[in-house]
C-alpha cells in the first residue's frame, strides 16, 4: 500500500490491464520520476500521471453508469447528508468506492475539500477508500489540509488516513500542503489575498491561522503512527516545511515543526541551502534565528555556491546585525568564502553594512580577505 494502491494492484473499475502494467513497466514509469524520495524520507511516492490518468478513467467509466453514484458526488460536493444517505442506500454493494469525476475526484475528495465533516464521517463509516489519489495526486487529506478544513484533517488522521503520501508535482504530503498554506497566510499578513485560499469569511477570521496551524500539527502527530523515525515533511525537491517556515518569518510554525524532530541542517536540491540560510536569506527575525541555532543548526554549512549563513546574513546589511552576532556566538567560520573567494566581510563591505563589518572585525574578521574583490 505505499503507492495509495492496495498491495494487490487496483481493484474494481480502478484495476489496470495486464497489457497497461507492460506498458507502465516500459516506457512509463509506475512512479513518477520527479517524485523520487529524497533526504531518507517516509514520503511515499506519488504513481506516474498515467497511472492516475488510467485508475480515473475507469472511475469516471464506473461514475457515468451508476445514476445513484452521481447523486451521491452531488451530494458530497453540496455537503447535503440525506442526498448522501439515500444514494448510499441505493448502492448496497459499495461500488461508489471506486467512482470518480473526470479529475480523480471521489466522494470522499469533495465531501473533504467542501469541509462537509458529517458527509466526510458517513462515507468513513460506510468504508470509503481514505487513500485513493486524483489526477494530481492529491488525497482526501491533501484536500482537507489544503483548504484548512481542520476538523475534516482529524478525522482523516483519526481513521488512519495515511499523511505520507505525495502528490504528483513535488511530492508533497498532506502536512507540508497545509504548512506551506500556512507560511503563505503569515508572510502575506493574513490580508485576504485572494491567492491563499478560503473563503471571504474564513480570510477574514482571526483563527484562520490557528485552524492552519492546527491541521500541520494533526498531520504530524499521524505521522508518528506510520513511522519509527522523527516526521520530515520534505518535497522531492528536498524542501521542507521548516525552509518554507524559515522564510515566512513564522515562529510558531517553526516551533511546531522543530518539536517534532524536524531536521534543522536539512538541505534542499536546487542550492543546497539549509532552513538556517532560508530565513536569513528572507530577512527571518532574530527569533527564527535562535530557534534554529537552539536546535542545533550548523552555522558552518555552505551552500553549494559556498554560501554560509553569515554571507547571507551580511547580504542584508545592517538590518541583519542581531542575526550576526546569534551566528558568531554559535561559532560561525569567521572567514569562510564562497566560490568567489567573498567572505562575509567582503559581502558586508560591498552592501555598505558598516556595523555588520565592525562586528565581523571585532569578532576576528581578516581584513585581507576582501583585498582581491574591494
Not at 455537503?79 to 461500488?95: D, F, H, N, T
Not at 536569513?280 to 527569533?287: K, N, Q, T, Y
Not at 569562510?336 to 558586508?348: W, Y
Amino acid at each position: 500500500e505505499s503507492l495509495g494502491i492496495p498491495a494487490g494492484g487496483l481493484r474494481g473499475p480502478h484495476r489496470a490491464s495486464s497489457s497497461t502494467r507492460k506498458d507502465d513497466a516500459g516506457s512509463k514509469k509506475l512512479v513518477s520520476a520527479r517524485n523520487k524520495p529524497t533526504m531518507k524520507s517516509d514520503v511515499q511516492p506519488c504513481p506516474s500521471e498515467f497511472v492516475l490518468r488510467t485508475a480515473a478513467e475507469e472511475g469516471f467509466a464506473a461514475f457515468t453508469a451508476c445514476l445513484p453514484a452521481r447523486e451521491l458526488q452531488h451530494a458530497a460536493s453540496e455537503g447535503s447528508m440525506v442526498a448522501a444517505q439515500r444514494a448510499l442506500a441505493a448502492m448496497p454493494s459499495g461500488e461508489w468506492r471506486w467512482c470518480c469525476d473526470r479529475q480523480g475526484d471521489t466522494a470522499l475528495h469533495l465531501a473533504a475539500a467542501g469541509g462537509h465533516l458529517h458527509v466526510v464521517g458517513l462515507l468513513v463509516r460506510k468504508s470509503a477508500h481514505l487513500d485513493l489519489r486524483n489526477t494530481r495526486g492529491a488525497s482526501a487529506l491533501h484536500l482537507a489540509c489544503d483548504i484548512s478544513h481542520m476538523e475534516v484533517v482529524r478525522l482523516l488522521c483519526e481513521v488512519r488516513a495515511d499523511p505520507r503520501l505525495g502528490e504528483l508535482r513535488e511530492n508533497k504530503v498532506p502536512g507540508l500542503v497545509a504548512a506551506e498554506r500556512r507560511a503563505s497566510w503569515w508572510s502575506a499578513g493574513a490580508a485576504g489575498h485572494a491567492d491563499c485560499g478560503g473563503s471571504g469569511k474564513e480570510q477574514s477570521s482571526t483563527g484562520y491561522l490557528e485552524r492552519r496551524i492546527a491541521s500541520v500539527e494533526e498531520c504530524l502527530k499521524a505521522l508518528q503512527g506510520f513511522v519509527s523515525t522523527a516526521a520530515t515533511l520534505v518535497t522531492s525537491k528536498g524542501m521542507t516545511a521548516l525552509h518554507i517556515a524559515a522564510a515566512a518569518d513564522d515562529l510558531e510554525l517553526c516551533r511546531l515543526l522543530l518539536s517534532y524532530a524536524s531536521s534543522s541542517d536539512a538541505v534542499e536540491s536546487a542550492e543546497g541551502a539549509t532552513p538556517l540560510m532560508h530565513g536569513l536569506g528572507a530577512g527571518a527575525s532574530v527569533g527564527i534565528i535562535q530557534s534554529l541555532l537552539f536546535a542545533h543548526a550548523d552555522p558552518a554549512l555552505q551552500d553549494a555556491r559556498g554560501g554560509s549563513p553569515l554571507h547571507y546574513a551580511a547580504a542584508h546589511g545592517d538590518a541583519a546585525v542581531e542575526s550576526v552576532v546569534l551566528l558568531l556566538r554559535a561559532r560561525a567560520k569567521v572567514d569562510a568564502k564562497d566560490e568567489r573567494g567573498a567572505s562575509a566581510l567582503a559581502i558586508a563591505c560591498l552592501r555598505g553594512a558598516p556595523r555588520i563589518v565592525r562586528t565581523l572585525l571585532v569578532a576576528g574578521a581578516s581584513p585581507q580577505s576582501c583585498r582581491a574583490l574591494l
